[in-house]
């Protein structure tokens, strides 16, 4: 990171990190903005946190950690093998004490966002937790109590999410909370597919081949629209589009990028 012009700091994450460099990492942050339609907007009282410009900070989290961590997300998120995704890091943010983001949704800025990634960095805090939440269900992610295994060596967190998924971080309690949050966007790029087989995968690829059964079981009985017609689904996941007259007649091309259980059908 770069703390003034001509001075360049560095957090080391092989060993705990002092208090010293956390507090010379926040105070090199500016206050946390977040994004309302096609703006950027500052609003402590819904946003109190820090950032770092990308252009200011620079990260040797590479593969394999990087890698590791895109081909678990590809595998849960996406179609596994199938699929290529991109990692963008938008920027590292710091959350202090009584640092928090209220509940939003990532305002997506492309066609070709899948969802985000949040990397938590293993720096001592309490509080923090990030909460998500989607249809009916959420989930809380506590890293604060995450941050070292058992003999003391740090770790990293992360967790992925849908951009469709409401998500919110709760007050800071102690310590300091620094993220590094990624878009994940869909590549067009070869290089970019991973090869995949884990357990994740071939459970999705269970479901997603029994039930097409069940759909032409009922579709077969004669009594069943006998005129013909149109079966309609329900998808559980919001979709971004600049333009929906865009997609008709590329429904084929859209079908890879369904998210979770959209992608069953
Ligand atoms: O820092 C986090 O855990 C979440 C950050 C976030 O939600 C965002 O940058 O949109
Ligand atoms: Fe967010």
């Known amino acids: 990171m770069e703390q003034k012009p001509h001075s360049l700091r560095k957090l080391d994450l092989s060993k705990p990190v ?8 926040k105070a090199a ?21 820090g950032k770092m410009d990308v ?40 959350y202090g004490v009584g640092g928090f983001f209220k509940a939003h949704q ?7 966002l899948l969802g ?7 720096t001592p805090h309490t509080g923090g937790e990030l909460l998500l939440r989607h249809n009916e269900e959420s989930w809380k992610v506590d890293f604060g109590s995450l941050t070292s295994d058992a003999a003391g060596n740090p770790k990293i967190g992360f967790v992925a999410f849908y951009s469709d998924v409401e998500h919110e971080v709760l007050p800071v309690t102690s310590g300091c909370r ?28 269970h479901q997603a081949t029994d039930h097409p059964q069940l ?3 009922f579709a077969r009985n004669p009594e069943y629209l006998p005129f013909g017609g149109v079966l309609g689904y329900h998808l559980n ?9 865009a997609l008709q007649g590329h429904i084929q091309d859209f079908i890879p990028r369904l998210k979770g259980s959209d992608r069953v059908l």
């Open 29 to 49: 942050c500016d206050p946390a903005t977040f994004g309302r339609n096609d703006q950027d907007v500052l609003n402590e009282s819904y946003r109190e946190a």
């Open 55 to 94: 252009g200011r900070f620079s990260s040797n989290l590479q593969h394999p950690e990087l890698s590791a961590i895109l081909w678990q997300v590809l595998d849960i998120l996406a179609d596994g093998e199938n699929a290529a995704l991109e990692m963008e890091l938008c920027k590292p943010n710091t």
């Open 215 to 217: 759909t032409l079981g």
């Open 178 to 205: 620094i993220t590094l949050t990624y878009n994940l966007k869909w590549s067009s790029s070869p290089s970019a597919r991973l090869p995949v087989d884990s357990i994740h995968h071939r459970a999705l690829r």
């Open 116 to 122: 985000s990634l949040v990397i938590v960095l293993p």
């Open 106 to 112: 990532d305002t997506p800025r492309s066609e070709d």
């Open 237 to 245: 996941h919001q979709y971004p589009f600049s333009n929906t007259a």
């Open 18 to 25: 002092s208090d010293k460099a956390i507090a010379e990492f």
